[in-house]
């Protein structure tokens, strides 16, 4: 089981980030959830501070400070603003299914792009018809010479329209069912690829989430991920584990600013003659999401800790672990804030429903809460092995041999479970 490490350069990328919450982000995070715009000086300042680079290996132009580096970043953003956090993190999201299965060349030639800001990425998985189940996809792209032709539309792109590269999930062989799918590059003006519907949303308002659409796209054969067809699942769910951590980075930072809201404006907050954190009620609540907001941190470094060191068999089940947990808690934490902020907290000259608000898609993108807990539940059940010896313990009755199944039936019973 791997410890917790944070190494020194992880903490620099943290101060650093620090800074850039406080100064350029929290200052401007309600107007641009007001007018629902992108920031741009934001981005200049994730590209002046070389922030863009961090996740990114050094020999592709970026820091080379890992994972837990990154959900350091992400949880210091989304501190001051949901939204911005995730306008930053989508870009590590883009970027990894070059870095889980991309050719040497692709990687080269793209990932010092994204590392220095000159090109911002997307990560086009889901479509209208298929969101949790993301190998039902219908986009398709299929060879037409030394080209591939992308047709069809993809949902809920984040960053889609201030991206300049996409990572774009698409059926290369609807006859197979283990290889059907693969990852195609395509960069922003290739003919017959539109932004199209951008979404009104509920909160993360400053980062675009649109629809992305493809007629007769025509895109270079080498721009396939990996080089060859096939292995585009493998990559989206590869990209999944690493990704994960940083959403729950992102409802951590939602937790954590939210609490520090909570706790001020419970300390200043005169009723029946004394400030309400003098009160029980407010202090048992205080202390709860406190409780659970460091809760979560253990969890979010633990993930992003395992990813760093390599921990393949355990970085599935703790990435899913971390994301439905630390999201779970900024919906909580978040909403107790507001209530702790009472009539004002409902309203929007504060700045406390906006972390509701922010927090809500935590719990549904990259994987619903839902299906966290499904990889969770599975991995759960194939490592259960480990402990069979357990049942000398567990007394046999009539019933067990009276339900006794088949190895057919018990197959089934497992495919049904996994
Ligand atoms: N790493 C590598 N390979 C993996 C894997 C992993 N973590 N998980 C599964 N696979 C492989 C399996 O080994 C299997 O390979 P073979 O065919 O060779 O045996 C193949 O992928 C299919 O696996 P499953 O049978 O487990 O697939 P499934 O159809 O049952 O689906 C799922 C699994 C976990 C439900 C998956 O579909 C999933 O994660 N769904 C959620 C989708 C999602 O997270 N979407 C987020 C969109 S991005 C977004 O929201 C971003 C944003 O806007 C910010």
């Avoid at 921990?311 to 990435?319: E, G, P, Q």
């Amino acid at each position: 089981m791997s410890a917790i490490v944070i190494t020194e350069e992880a903490r620099h990328w943290q101060e650093v980030a620090h800074k850039v919450a406080e100064e350029v982000v929290r200052p401007i995070a309600k107007h641009f959830d007001e007018v629902q715009e992108y920031p741009e000086e934001v981005k200049q300042a994730y590209i002046e501070n070389g922030l863009l680079g961090v996740w990114i290996p050094k020999e592709y132009g970026g820091h080379g400070a890992g994972i837990v580096a990154l959900c350091l970043v992400i949880e210091e953003l989304s501190r001051a603003c949901g939204g911005t956090g995730v306008a930053y993190a989508v870009n590590a999201l883009g970027s990894f299914p070059m870095l889980v299965g991309g050719t040497e060349e692709q990687k080269q030639k793209w990932l010092p792009q994204v590392a220095s800001g000159e090109k911002m990425i997307a990560f086009c998985l889901s479509e209208k018809f298929a969101g949790s189940d993301a190998g039902g996809m219908q986009c398709q792209a299929r060879l037409d010479g030394d080209h591939w032709v992308l047709n069809g539309e993809k949902k809920w792109t984040t960053n889609g329209g201030v991206a300049s590269l996409y990572t774009v999930f698409a059926v290369t062989d609807p006859t197979s069912k283990s290889r059907r799918i693969s990852a195609v590059m395509v960069e922003q003006g290739t003919p017959g690829f539109e932004v199209r519907k951008v979404e009104d949303k509920m909160g993360i308002r400053c980062v675009p989430v649109v629809e992305t659409h493809f007629e007769d796209c025509r895109v270079p054969q080498e721009n396939l991920l990996g080089g060859r067809p096939g292995m585009g699942f493998k990559h989206a769910m590869g990209t999944l584990d690493l990704a994960r951590p940083g959403v729950a980075a992102q409802g951590l930072g939602l937790a954590q600013g939210a609490l520090e809201y909570a706790v001020t404006y419970a300390k200043r907050r005169i009723q029946f003659g004394a400030p309400i954190s003098s009160m029980g009620v407010i202090q048992d609540m205080l202390a709860l999401m406190a409780t659970k907001v460091e809760a979560a941190r253990g969890l979010v470094l633990r993930a992003a800790t395992a990813v760093d060191q390599g921990d393949t068999a355990a970085v599935n089940k703790l990435a899913a672990m971390s994301k439905s947990f630390a999201t779970d808690v900024a919906m909580e934490v978040t909403t107790n804030a507001v209530q702790i902020f009472g009539g004002y907290g409902y309203m929007k000259d504060y700045p406390i429903e906006k972390y509701m608000r922010d927090a809500k898609i935590t719990q549904i993108y990259e994987g619903t809460n839902q299906i966290q807990r499904m990889v969770i539940a599975r991995n759960l059940i194939k490592e259960a092995d480990k402990f069979s010896y357990l049942n000398a313990y567990i007394p046999t009755e009539s019933y067990d041999t009276y339900n006794a199944l088949s190895e057919e039936e018990l197959a089934a019973a497992g495919e049904a479970v996994s």
